[in-house]
């Protein structure tokens, strides 16, 4: 089965949306070669414009050679609050359009149109839907409409900027047949070298490879290869549901008033959770502390911030929930630690103002947890 005829995927996708979003704060830099990331030469390319790409730039390039390339592109540091705050308003405007929608990152949205079709046509909705949420939230925003999640990702790549696409029932493959295989999700550089080597280049001539060759070549992703070369993708529109979190706490053994045990504690939790977060490739939107007094009366404070999952932003905002609570001086019995609002992503978009060092310090650190334990590898403060 090569797709469902009654499925409607459609797959809508802000534009260069960091820019985007500085564009609309200041209309002067529409236009112009703009970089968004770290200020010094140790920092890296969050987001760039479209005009900065002609030159060569990309997200996660270090930012020396950034400046290499285009010297007279114009550098801002960005500002998660300000993009946080347009991810959650284009958020709500879909949810107030859709029955079911999944937000696959902050600035990308899958939406589950099927049956649509039988009443307002899904090319017309997904049509209007993105003439309003330019016109409500003034971002230009890209969308492209087909049988399943992979062939509606492809084909708004290939119309960004401000573009839109049906890709019709039938025509998946034929659709991702021309392109390069660098196209497809799932094909990194490595897998796309190996196979360029073998003299495949179009998602056509992998999609002519016998399932068995890739097999033996890539294992069981060169079967899950074949499948989207030839436009298959079954995965389901998961729908988006802000009440998901990861949280933990803690009943002490007994109370106390011990301000350094309890600050070792909640850093320990936040750290642990935090890396939970990264773990599965999600950030969170809102912190929350939560204290029980030896009376038992219970107390929570929450905050809303940028999206995150880094121990350093985290344990600040954390440690300043804990110092608003903790007010009457009595013994705690239970402290515990709550993320919420928590969207896919990946932790490294809120580090603007962090080195390459930072950024590898703490990939270097999970690799370590992941390999050997989360407990061999310790804050100091959290021991």
């Known amino acids: 089965m090569l797709a469902n005829p009654d499925r409607h995927i459609a797959h809508f996708d802000l534009d260069a949306f960091f820019v985007s979003v500085e564009c609309l704060k200041n209309p002067v830099l529409k236009g112009k070669p703009l970089i968004v990331g770290g200020s010094g030469d140790r920092g ?69 149109l099927s049956g649509m079709d039988k009443y307002f046509g899904c090319r017309l909705f997904t049509t209007e839907l993105k003439k309003t949420i330019t016109r409500e939230s003034g971002l230009p925003i890209s969308w492209a409409l087909a049988s399943n999640k992979l062939v509606s990702k492809v084909a708004t790549n290939e119309v960004k900027p401000n573009g839109q696409m049906e890709i019709p029932f039938g025509g998946e493959k034929y659709f991702l047949a021309p392109l390069h295989i660098g196209k497809i999700p799932g094909i990194g550089k490595e897998t796309s070298a190996l196979l360029e080597k073998m003299g495949v280049e179009t998602v056509r001539t992998l999609s002519e490879i016998p399932v068995v060759m890739l097999h033996n070549l890539l294992g069981k992703t060169g079967i899950e290869l074949s499948r989207r070369a030839n436009g298959i993708d079954e995965t389901p529109v998961v729908p988006y549901r802000e009440q998901k979190s990861i949280s933990t706490e803690q009943t002490f053994p007994s109370d106390t008033i011990d301000m350094h ?123």
């Open 261 to 383: 045990f309890l600050q070792s504690q909640l850093v320990r939790m936040t750290e642990s959770i935090a890396f939970e977060l990264r773990k599965q490739n999600k950030l969170t939107g809102c912190v929350t502390v939560k204290l029980r007094y030896a009376n038992f009366d219970t107390v929570t404070k929450q905050c809303s911030i940028a999206y995150a999952a880094a121990d350093h932003i985290l344990l600040s905002t954390a440690r300043s929930l804990f110092e608003q609570l903790y007010d009457r001086r009595m013994l705690v019995r239970l402290l515990g630690i709550r993320f919420t609002h928590l969207i896919p992503g990946n932790y490294q978009i809120s580090l603007f103002d962090d080195t390459q060092e930072m950024i590898r310090l703490y990939q270097a650190i999970d690799s370590v947890k992941i390999r050997f334990g989360e407990s061999k590898l310790k804050r100091a403060g959290g021991a």
């Open 44 to 112: 890296v390319v969050a987001a760039c414009s479209y005009e900065a790409r002609q030159f060569g730039i990309h997200s996660a390039m270090p930012m020396k050679l950034a400046r290499r390339l285009c010297p007279h592109a114009l550098i801002i540091s960005g500002d998660m609050e300000d993009y946080s705050k347009y991810s959650r308003l284009v958020t709500e405007i879909i949810a107030e359009k859709v029955p079911i929608f999944e937000k696959s990152s902050i600035d990308e949205f899958y939406i589950d």
